[in-house]
């Protein structure tokens, strides 16, 4: 038996799109383009939290479920599970639940030295155009 091998796989955790992750990618590209010292942190943070769930080779995926039959809205990055929190927003209440769950759930997974940095390197009025919902 002959055993070949293969030199170009990449296994890294898949980004379900959905229209929730669109809402919130619209929210973050739109404070980028605003470009205010707030909005183009916050939209370089939610970046860099999606780079480190993109790396990351111990899970198949992450999706977000913003309307569930029987649960509470969620996203769910291989077996870890995060209910969204809606309490504190006024506007834009799904895409703001999103970009803190998703920074929330990076927080608590991944040490420093794991998660990405690559928010400087990248035009985030156009970066996040990659996990849109097409």
Known sequence: MKVNSINSINFQAHILPSRALTSALELAQSE??????EGVKRA????????????????????????????????????????????????NMLPNAIIDGVNKLVESKYLMSERANEAKDVDLTKAFNKWAKV
């Open 32 to 37: 980028a383009r605003i470009g205010t010292k």
């Open 44 to 91: 370089s943070q939610f970046y860099n939290n999606l780079r480190t769930i993109e790396k990351d080779k111990d899970t198949a995926t992450f999706f977000i479920d913003s309307n569930p039959q029987k649960l509470y809205p969620y996203m769910r990055l291989g077996n870890v599970t995060r209910l969204l929190e809606f309490f504190k927003y006024k506007e």
